[in-house]
């Protein structure tokens, strides 16, 4: 074999140095130090002698891939030692085989790393669906937050995680998952009013009894639901996530002498939620019948009031059965109907006030049931005496019964939904036209009508 030996190979002014010709190897018996450029040509490699190792550029030098052109090798290391402890702190740019046979694993990431950094986890033997996977972001963000810490449970995953920078951090770019590991949760509070039952009709000079409110469920600070319940527990909203709230219409009075129509629900629905319904009011009685069972019941004729539901309003109040004598009133969610009497209708149950739209207000009263003399009273919150016809809009509260022998008895209320978030939480995203008003640091909700949130 030939040999050449010279102090320098350098190439002609202004072009590039190529060693050895296309489909060449060029091997390369040690290190190149202070050159401009190496350079295979076409279809050539470059190669070290066995055993050495090629150095391109000196310590604080930068090495440059020109455009177009490929580093090939270097990517994930691979660890050879199998994870199998309950704790590991990962490294960028490694491959690890996670072992949980024994136990769950919970992995802490790089404090600082880089953009484009990139960490792979192996499920070794298939047991993440006995004992998890956690990843622990260490400070960072994963899929844009810092917690919750991400959970991998399916058996035989796969995680490969690149750094992308300091706003949405890590993230998969596969993971054999199509769940959202760090699903964002946040607290809010609400108020479910369903509609208002109708009042019933009058028959010759007869009254009709008085239309139940609708359920009334409330969780905001602490204040009372219907029929005498505790407040209940806010839920938990995930970010994302579309929530359908169903404004429940209220009831449509009785004619031609009949009972009223009762009122229909309201509710709060979504995806990981356990749906908050609130019955509608229970109609109130033409003469003859019982009022219905609702959120709250509707007053009696000649009859029994109806009965209200648990944690959500009371029952309506009886008709005397006679002629000319009292009709039951309305139930509400703070109080029962009152029973007719002899000479008047029964009163409409109390409503409940709520501060959960910034300051006080009654709602979901029970109506007055009539008589051929003396008018049943209105519960507070928006129902009406005897004979006064509709039920206040949106506030969920039963419709007048009719009083003496005429018609002017009412439609119950329309219902409301309130959801009072966070303000810092609040996305901005609804459907249903809801107002939205603020109130200290908390955003309010409102709707008149049905729509959605989206979290």
């Given at each position: 074999m030939s040999k050449i030996e010279v102090d320098a190979i350098e190439p002609q002014s202004g072009t590039n140095l190529n060693v050895g010709a296309s489909g060449d190897t060029v091997t390369v018996p040690g290190?190149?130090?202070?050159?401009?450029?190496?350079?295979?040509?076409?279809?050539?490699?470059i190669i070290s002698q066995s055993g050495t190792t090629i150095t391109l550029g000196a310590s604080g030098d930068t090495v440059q891939i020109a455009t177009g052109g490929t580093l090939i090798g270097g990517g994930i290391s691979w660890q050879s030692t199998i994870v199998t402890g309950a704790t590991h702190t990962a490294s960028a740019n490694e491959g690890y085989w996670i072992d949980t046979t024994s136990n769950a694993c919970t992995v802490?990431?790089?404090?600082?790393?880089?953009?484009?950094?990139?960490?792979?986890?192996?499920?070794?033997?298939?047991?993440?669906?006995?004992?998890?996977?956690?990843?622990?972001?260490?400070?960072?963000?994963?899929?844009?937050?810092?917690?919750?810490?991400?959970?991998?449970?399916?058996?035989?995953?796969?995680?490969?995680?690149?750094?992308?920078?300091?706003?949405?951090?890590w993230i998969p770019n596969s993971d054999d998952d199509v769940t959202y590991e760090t699903p964002q949760v946040y607290t809010a509070d609400f108020l479910v009013i369903a509609g208002g039952g109708?009042?019933?009709?009058?028959?010759?000079?007869?009254?009709?009894?008085?239309?139940?409110?609708?359920?009334?469920?409330?969780?905001?600070?602490?204040?009372?639901?219907?029929?005498?319940?505790?407040?209940?527990?806010?839920?938990?909203?995930?970010?994302?996530?579309?929530?359908?709230?169903?404004?429940?219409?209220?009831?449509?009075?009785?004619?031609?002498s009949g009972n009223g129509v009762s009122g229909q629900a309201s509710s709060i629905e979504g995806t990981g939620l356990t749906t908050i319904t609130s019955a509608g009011g229970g109609y109130g009685a033409s003469p003859n019948g019982p009022g219905a069972a609702g959120g709250s019941g509707g007053g009696g004729a000649f009859n029994s009031g109806g009965a209200g539901t648990s944690g959500q309003g009371y029952a309506g109040g009886a008709g005397?059965?006679?002629?000319?004598?009292?009709?039951?009133?309305?139930?509400?969610?703070?109080?029962?109907?009152?029973?007719?009497?002899?000479?008047?209708?029964?009163?409409?149950?109390?409503?409940?006030?709520?501060?959960?739209?910034?300051?006080?207000?009654?709602?979901?009263?029970?109506?007055?049931g009539g008589s051929g003399a003396g008018a049943g009273s209105a519960g507070s919150g928006g129902g009406k005496a005897a004979g006064g016809g509709n039920a206040d809009v949106n506030t969920g509260s039963g419709g007048a019964g009719a009083q003496g022998g005429s018609s002017n008895n009412g439609n119950g209320g329309s219902g409301l939904v309130v959801l009072r978030v966070p303000t810092a939480n609040y996305s901005g995203t609804t459907s249903g036209s809801p107002t939205v008003t603020t109130s200290g640091s908390d955003t309010i909700i409102s709707f008149t009508g049905t729509g959605s949130y989206t979290a």
């Open positions: 290190n190149i130090v202070k050159s401009n450029a190496v350079q295979a040509s076409d279809g050539g490699n802490t990431l790089p404090a600082s790393p880089s953009v484009g950094d990139q960490i792979i986890f192996t499920d070794f033997k298939r047991t993440f669906g006995t004992n998890a996977l956690t990843i622990n972001p260490n400070g960072n963000n994963f899929q844009g937050a810092t917690t919750p810490q991400p959970e991998y449970n399916t058996s035989g995953q796969s995680i490969d995680i690149v750094y992308s920078g300091s706003t949405q951090g109708g009042g019933g009709d009058y028959q010759v000079a007869y009254g009709g009894g008085g239309g139940g409110a609708g359920g009334y469920r409330a969780s905001f600070n602490n204040e009372t639901s219907g029929g005498g319940a505790s407040s209940e527990s806010s839920i938990s909203l995930n970010k994302s996530t579309v929530y359908t709230i169903t404004v429940g219409g209220g009831g449509a009075k009785g004619t031609s005397v059965a006679a002629a000319n004598d009292g009709k039951g009133g309305g139930g509400g969610a703070s109080a029962v109907g009152t029973d007719g009497t002899g000479s008047t209708g029964g009163n409409g149950g109390a409503g409940q006030a709520s501060t959960i739209t910034g300051s006080s207000v009654t709602r979901a009263g029970g109506s007055g």
